[in-house]
């Protein structure tokens, strides 16, 4: 049996009484498969959160299916998970509010094993090798969260997740609370993880940047959809998006040229009132006469790549303006800017 | 040009269950009218007590040496009244969270022109027409109509917005900035920084800017002081520091970013171990455990602040020597 994460034109609704219901999440599909990581990239509001906590069985789904191993991954109730879901976990932004702070790192790595299904004695011999496997002393378990910094916190989570023995990982926003430093141990630490242990990971990030070194494929959201997808470093050299463009244009470099990052106009709409045609033809540079009309659908490109923009259209209007974007550089060893 | 701000040895304590730590031990520097003065260092290192040591904004118990004179006045000795009177006038503040110097309760409108009537003595009307404009020079879209709205209503980088026109309302000549794009997604984090860039053009407002991103530091800071634990260990141009740093420490933070230029392949280097707890900070150069230039004297003797020209660096070492 494949060990695989399958969203399958996923929707999620919110409903508030007297308030217009939230398309959080408007139909969108992602797989995650052993060993690899994928990326879901976008703006605060775009769902991405949503999508990850539907992809855990966290919040229902209106419409489209959740299945991991073939199982339908359902929303948790009062009765006790399923047995099959325990090899999917998941990881949350916060490691100050998502680690109980009035007991000591080990014990509660020993109790997230049990819940798995492992012997409690068995748990207890297996938490020192646990926090090796992310970077920490076993003499760490004696001690109480509070002890940690962020990065070391966020570590003990993932260990955390770990001791479920999963084969799939929901990641959200596990780096963006992170100094640099810290952030770069955690994102060897997933990639580590992926790569020698052959753990599927969900990565949920709003950073470009960082995503583009741990992740094999990103799929980018705005408004509830996902608007383009593709392998991590073709995104970066050549996004086909004019969304994923002004993301990685707003990006400051640490070079010390002193060159501001471009701002990409407007603001993320109300998603219970979403614009016509293209979600982000409001804040679109390239946007002309068919965007605000039609919605475009993920289109198939070159690469095995997809875009939700009728710039790439085939039969695109003559008028369309030219999406001007910088070719990727001929060797890997010179690339070029990407803004 | 005669600094606006003249930060002189400035030392700050903290009370602890351990006694008092030295949280900010002798920083040094000069904030110019018009110019963007960068604090970096990961979390603990000092960054943000070192300024609220400024503002009088210390936690109940810290001691606080050294001097800060800003316009001529010392800011360290004044009297809780007339250090009210400076705060919010001539020195603002804006936090990582502009919900802290929001109240959610409150309309924008009555946010905004409080200050304005308390400090300048404005009459209502007069204190909501300079409200609007405030939020105009701010780029809130309909001013007026945001003026009667909650903080609520406002998106997170709106709001950030809106806490820089509050901070901006007695137009100041001084903005402290702690992290103000830190919570915010990049394309909002880029207007913000936009928007200082205009204000310290425009208005020759001076920002001192603390930051953990290097990148934000990058565009817009025109010095960068980095600390660790409590000291400066780097301090100079921001091209020079960003470019060629000369303290390893700079050095392995702006290692450990993603490089737009590289190839995925090049691994991100992280500076092993963690930054200590604050007040448990190691002997000699308090880097010494994570530092991959660290020689046996570095465990023991404190590494004086070096100047060449414009810069300053506590690092005997050239993390580059020998490289080009």
């Known amino acids: 049996m494949s060990r695989v994460l399958e969203l399958e034109q996923v929707e999620v609704v919110y409903e508030q009484r007297g308030r217009a219901p939230v398309r959080a999440v408007a139909g969108a599909s992602l797989r995650v498969e052993p060993g690899q990581i994928v990326a879901l990239v976008g703006e605060s509001g775009c769902g991405k959160s949503t999508l990850a906590r539907a992809a855990v069985g966290l919040v229902p789904v209106r419409s489209g299916s959740v299945h991991f191993n073939g199982h339908d991954v359902q929303p948790l109730g009062k009765r006790a998970r399923a047995r099959e879901l325990v090899g999917l976990q998941m990881v949350f932004q916060n490691p100050f509010s998502s680690l109980n702070p009035r007991r000591t790192v080990g014990a509660q790595l020993v109790d997230a094993m049990v819940a798995a299904g492992v012997r409690r004695r068995v748990g207890q011999r297996e938490v020192g090798s646990l926090l090796d496997r992310v970077g920490l002393t076993p003499a760490a378990a004696d001690s109480y969260p509070h002890r940690f910094s962020g990065g070391q916190r966020q570590r003990i989570a993932v260990a955390r997740a770990l001791a479920a023995r999963p084969s799939v990982i929901v990641l959200d926003e596990p780096l963006s609370s992170l100094d640099a430093s810290a952030q770069a141990q955690l994102a060897n630490l997933l990639i580590t993880l992926a790569r020698t242990e052959q753990i599927g990971l969900l990565l949920i990030s709003h950073d470009l940047a960082i995503v583009r070194y741990a992740a094999d494929s990103v799929s980018v959201m705005y408004l509830g959809e996902i608007v383009e997808e593709g392998r991590a470093e073709a995104m970066w050299r050549e996004p086909l998006h004019p969304y994923t463009q002004a993301l990685i244009a707003a990006i400051p470099h640490a070079d010390g040229r002193g060159e501001m990052p471009e701002a990409l106009p407007g603001e993320v709409p109300d998603p219970a009132r979403p614009p016509s045609g293209c979600r982000f033809h409001p804040r679109c540079p390239y946007r002309f006469e068919r965007c605000d009309r039609e919605v475009p659908p993920l289109l198939a490109l070159s690469d095995g790549r997809t875009a939700a923009c009728w710039l790439h259209d085939a039969d695109r209007s003559a008028t369309a303006p030219q999406l001007k974007i910088k070719r990727p550089a001929a060797t890997e060893e010179k690339p070029c800017r990407t803004s | 040009m005669s600094a606006l701000l003249e930060v002189d040895e400035l030392r700050v304590r903290l009370p602890t269950r351990s006694g008092p730590a030295l949280v900010v031990n002798g920083i040094s520097y000069a904030v110019e009218p018009g110019s963007v003065f960068g604090v970096a260092g990961e979390s603990g290192s000092g960054k943000t007590m070192s300024v609220l040591a400024l503002l009088g904004l210390l936690p109940a118990g810290a001691l606080v040496e050294g001097t800060a004179t800003y316009a001529g006045r010392e800011l360290l000795s004044m009297s809780k009244r007339s250090l009210r009177d400076i705060r919010g006038r001539e020195i603002a503040m804006v936090f990582q969270d502009p919900m802290t110097a929001l109240h959610p309760m409150m309309t924008v409108g009555r946010q905004l022109s409080e200050h304005v009537r308390h400090h300048l003595g404005y009459s209502r009307r007069r204190a909501l027409e300079h409200a609007a404009a405030l939020l105009a020079d ?187």
């Open chain 2, 138 to 324: 701010v780029r809130i879209p309909d001013p007026e109509r945001a003026l009667d709205a909650y903080p609520h209503h406002f998106s997170g980088g709106m709001r950030q917005r809106i806490a820089i026109a509050a901070a901006l309302a007695c137009n100041p000549k001084l903005l402290v900035a702690d992290e103000p794009t830190t919570a915010l997604d990049v394309t909002v984090q880029a207007g913000i920084l936009h928007l200082l860039d205009e204000l310290r053009r425009t208005k020759n407002l001076a920002v001192i800017l603390i930051t953990h991103d290097l990148g934000v530091m990058s565009a817009i800071a025109d010095e960068v002081l980095v600390m660790y634990a409590g000291r400066v260990v780097e301090h100079g141009p921001r091209e020079d520091v960003l470019r060629r740093p000369r303290h390893p420490y700079t050095k392995a933070l702006i290692g450990a970013l993603p490089h737009p230029e590289s190839s995925r392949a090049t691994p991100l280097v992280a500076i092993p171990g963690s930054p200590p707890a604050v007040g448990a900070y190691p002997a000699g150069c308090a880097f010494h455990p994570r530092c991959a230039y660290a020689v046996a004297s570095c465990t023991t003797d404190v590494p004086p602040l070096l100047v060449d020209g414009s810069r300053s660096f506590a690092c005997p070492v050239d993390p580059f020597a020998g490289e080009e």
